[in-house]
């Protein structure tokens, strides 16, 4: 009866929003499993390396108990309603008409800049095997390949996902078992010096100290980006409410080996004041093992999870934007579907937007990736904000009678969430401490000033499209 209610006074998109539910629980595991494997761990290691030393370790691990939390609250709300729109569609009902607004076209923003992100990165890692290629040219073949593969349908978006993803797991996998070999039997040419000691031997963990540690954080956050992309896909999953749960509960053992476990083995097999900003950790630690074509594996890898990430943005960046067509806060031709059942006006303007990150590759090659990676940063914690304070607000709802109580509960309740909030904070305020990270806080006053100029006149052409209330309100109207 709650639930009944609540539709009553609300105008949810429809269930039915005409995409085909073609990703199955194979697909949906390995897009989480990928998500939390991507550039920020293969090339932003570097940069963070050199800043902190092995003390990362601890930086990883720390900001993987927040990801966790924000992924549980996460769950609470896709198994209360799965639906593409996701994030947007969560603000819209827990915090108001405005904040769904800037929540939708701020996750859209942050995946044309990753994308952008990864773009450049693509290009950086082509520049291994040919390095007389411009970085620029890498940058656009790869944009082009990936637009085309995304029109064609969802099932072969999830199927190309699958196997970028597959090669990165068995990637780390092998390279922390390999590294593993090394620091027990002493074969190759690292054997000699390979030692779990090079983790505090080199100025002890925190060789920089504490506070060189804790900054490194916004560096490590941005490694994370990314998990959140399951909630994306729950509506075009086959079994949301099944599969969903699943792929988020994996995310403690995918941290713990690809991240903290992963990080040991590089930092101990090579000491930390051998890596370099902007080199890939592991493509210099494995060159220096000795395996033939290591480095050039290596690479390979790293350039298939660039270009992984820049396929998941390109599928939501076209799904939100969608989303926010359907709302009548995007221009409605953006939401057609093709005969595949994707959105493909939204996914081509998405496309041609991620084409100024070629041009950035053209005129500032060397700083392309530090200045798109810190906007992307700050457009992601928005959009965690955004989750933890859903996800508050929804168990304030349920508790009260308001709305079902969710299938798939956080531990803890509001109060780890609360938690998080605090620690995305503190890590605003790291970015604004970083002078080659600060460039973010300047780009998003505003994008958030165009945000709510364009919100006001579209309230005045459109009323109906910014049409609602925060969920407390709309139960107050009823009577609650």
Same mark, same amino acid.
């Given at each position: ?25 194979? %697909? #949906?595991?390995?897009?989480? #499993? ?76 942050? &995946? ?43 099932? *072969? ?14 990637? #780390?996998? +092998? ?65 949301? %409410? ?10 403690? &053992?995918?941290?713990? *080996? ?17 890596? %370099?900003? +902007? ?11 000795? #395996? ?35 709302? +009548? ?19 081509? *303007? ?30 992601? *914690? &928005? ?14 709802? &349920?508790?009260?009678? $308001? ?8 531990? +803890? ?61 709309? $139960? ?5």
């Amino acid at each position: 009866m709650a639930q009944q209610a609540y539709d009553e006074v609300t105008d949810p998109v429809p269930d039915e929003e005409g995409y085909e539910r073609g990703l199955n629980s194979r %697909q #949906i595991q390995m897009i989480a #499993i990928g998500g939390a494997i991507g550039t920020g761990l293969f090339l932003g290691a570097g940069t963070a390396i050199s800043k902190a030393g092995p003390s990362l370790i601890l930086s990883y691990a720390v900001a993987g108990v927040v990801i966790f939390v924000i992924m549980r609250a996460l769950g609470e709300l896709l198994t209360y309603r799965p639906v593409a729109g996701s994030f947007a569609e969560y603000a819209r009902e827990f915090l108001g008409p405005f904040a769904g607004f800037v929540t939708g076209w701020t996750y859209w923003l942050f &995946w044309v800049v990753t994308g952008m992100a990864e773009t450049t990165a693509a290009a950086v890692y082509v520049r291994f095997w040919a390095p007389g290629c411009p970085q620029w040219l890498s940058a656009l073949v790869f944009l082009l390949l990936l637009y085309a593969a995304n029109l064609i349908s969802v099932k *072969l978006f999830g199927e190309i996902e699958f196997w970028f993803s597959m090669v990165k797991v068995t990637a #780390i996998i +092998g390279m922390i078992l390999i590294g593993i070999g090394v620091l027990t039997i002493g074969f190759s040419d690292a054997g000699d010096t390979a030692s779990i000691t090079n983790l505090w031997k080199d100025g002890g963990f925190f060789p920089k100290g504490v506070g060189a540690t804790v900054m490194t954080l916004q560096i490590v956050m941005f490694a994370y980006l990314g998990v959140e992309l399951v909630g994306v896909t729950a509506g075009e999953s086959e079994n949301p %409410q099944k599969t969903l749960p699943r792929a988020i509960n994996t995310l403690p &053992w995918r941290i713990v *080996l690809f991240y903290v476990g992963a990080l040991t083995v590089i930092l101990s097999l090579v000491p930390w004041t051998e890596f %370099q900003p +902007g080199v890939s950790p592991f493509v210099a630690a494995f060159g220096k093992v000795g #395996i033939p074509a290591a480095a050039g594996i290596i690479n390979f890898v790293v350039l298939t999870a660039a270009l992984s990430s820049c396929n998941s943005g390109m599928y939501s960046t076209g799904r939100m934007l969608r989303d926010l067509a359907l709302r +009548g806060q995007a221009p409605g031709r953006l939401t057609a579907l093709n005969r595949s059942r994707t959105p493909a006006v939204a996914i081509t *303007l998405s496309c041609l937007l991620m084409g100024a990150g070629v041009v950035l590759n053209y005129l500032v090659p060397a700083r392309a990736f530090e200045y798109i990676t810190s906007v992307a940063t700050v457009c992601g *914690l &928005w959009t965690w904000s955004v989750i933890l304070l859903s996800q508050i607000r929804y168990r304030t709802a &349920w508790r009260r009678g $308001h709305l079902p109580p969710p299938s798939f509960r956080a531990p +803890g309740g509001a109060g780890p969430s609360w938690i998080a909030l605090a620690f995305l904070a503190m890590v605003v305020v790291l970015i604004a401490l970083d002078q080659d990270a600060r460039i973010a806080l300047y780009v998003f006053p505003a994008w958030a000033l165009a945000l709510v100029v364009g919100y006001r006149v579209l309230g005045r052409r459109n009323p109906a499209a910014v049409h609602g209330a925060p969920h407390e309100h709309l $139960h107050a109207r009823n009577g609650r």
